[in-house]
């Protein structure tokens, strides 16, 4: 009969230690649950605009200097570094200043970083230039400051009489002046007549 209450002495010090145990389990993983739902709700992380079937045109000086479409475009403006996602693709048209197109770029991603000037084309990235070649590519870096567009993934130049494969390149903006960084190979087409 001594032994009896032992045992229930020690019963209740175990369920009194399960339960204290629980709470504080119960209540760790509501603070973690909390913290995350603070940090998904958080002000900097929801987007400052949203807009469907996206098209801007962009001045400089009065002069159009390019065109931009998109399906649609999620503006984050309270990070620390803002930014426009374009989440379904987006089409650029750059103009020169009689309003001819003299580039052109497609990409299924794109992504604008505001501070640094600087676009982000990624996933089936074709660019064309005025006369006609065209990049192919799986991301498109176009820094506006410095004129410049540059990858250094995989790329495919198609031009009239040739096709170049390599890794890296680098051009300006109007896709006139490009050099491939590793050329992998290059296919001479015939195209006389």
């Known amino acids: 009969m001594q032994n009896r209450p032992f045992k229930i002495r020690h019963t209740k010090q175990a369920s009194i230690a399960i339960l204290l145990t629980g709470i504080a389990m119960l209540f760790f993983s ?7 739902i603070k940090e998904f709700a958080a002000a900097e992380k929801l987007p400052g605009m949203e807009a469907e079937h996206f098209e801007m045109l962009y001045s400089d000086s009065a ?3 390019f065109k931009l479409i998109a399906p649609k475009l999620i503006r984050y403006d309270q990070e620390k570094e803002p930014f426009m996602e374009f989440p379904e693709g987006i089409e650029i048209e750059k103009y020169d200043s009689q309003m001819k197109v003299v580039s052109r770029i497609t990409a299924n991603y794109a992504r604008y970083l505001d501070k640094e000037d600087k676009w982000l084309a990624k996933n089936n990235v074709v660019a064309i230039n ?3 070649d065209s990049l192919k590519t799986e991301e498109l870096i176009w820094e506006e400051k410095k004129g410049k567009i540059y990858t250094d993934q995989f790329v495919k130049i198609i031009r009239q009489d040739q096709v170049i494969n390599g ?7 109007d896709l006139s002046n490009w050099e491939i960084k590793k050329p992998t190979g290059t296919l001479y087409l015939d195209v006389t007549e």
């Not at 509501?30 to 995350?36: L, P």
């Not at 890794?167 to 903006?173: A, F, K, L, P, V």
């Open 30 to 36: 509501c603070a973690n649950k909390i913290e995350k």
């Open 63 to 65: 002069v159009v200097r």
């Open 130 to 132: 005025e006369q006609g």
């Open 167 to 173: 890794i890296g390149m680098e051009s300006d903006q």
